[in-house]
């Protein structure tokens, strides 16, 4: 789907006292290998969320670096080292995610499998990106909000304060 009708219809979803707040913007660096990008949620223009592919691809190698170091485990092609070698990206990528650094095409995936399922499994959904987007929908009642008390995830909740904080819930 084209982003300006995925922006479109994500921006539609958004509760009434949000509405106009909050933005959904993305773009492409054209001279980067590979044109990526990043994406960012703004409330009241100020950045509330930054989905840089970027950024996450740096501090993904840093810290995969410094893990394997701290491991020494440098050699890949060593069958000794090579488990240990694979564990500690996959242990950089699990620690970034814990922390919110996400692709911009996370972002992508998320928003079009959000517009694609009912608020209620938005609401459920083990991607915390899909339960932010949840947390800012119109369908989402304030009722819902006041049953929810925390997420698990940081990011997810700080929409869901977000979106508290614009109903005026006090929590």
């Known amino acids: 789907m084209q982003w300006s009708?995925?922006?479109?219809?994500?921006?539609?979803?958004?509760?009434?006292?949000?509405?106009?707040?909050?933005?959904?913007?993305?773009?492409?660096?054209?001279?980067?290998?590979?044109?990526?990008?990043?994406?960012?949620?703004t409330l009241d223009h100020v950045i509330l969320h930054d989905f840089c592919t970027m950024k996450k691809s740096y501090k993904y190698n840093a810290l995969a670096d410094s893990i394997l170091k701290e491991n020494n485990c440098l050699d890949w092609e060593d069958p000794l080292q090579q488990k240990e070698y694979y564990q500690a990206y996959e242990l950089a990528a699990q620690i970034l995610q814990n922390q919110g650094f996400y692709y911009q095409y996370q972002f992508y995936d998320?928003?079009?499998?959000?517009?694609?399922?009912?608020?209620n499994r938005a609401i459920t959904s083990e991607n915390a990106m899909i339960r932010s987007f949840a947390y800012l929908d119109k369908r989402v009642g304030k009722r819902t909000l006041l049953r929810i008390k925390e997420d698990k995830d940081r990011m997810a909740m700080k929409f869901l304060d977000v979106r508290k904080k614009a109903e005026g819930i006090h929590f």
């Open 5 to 41: 009708k995925m922006k479109m219809r994500i921006e539609s979803r958004l509760c009434d006292s949000l509405r106009g707040r909050i933005q959904y913007n993305s773009t492409r660096y054209r001279g980067s290998h590979d044109q990526v990008g990043r994406a960012w949620i």
């Open 110 to 119: 998320a928003i079009e499998e959000f517009l694609n399922q009912s608020v």
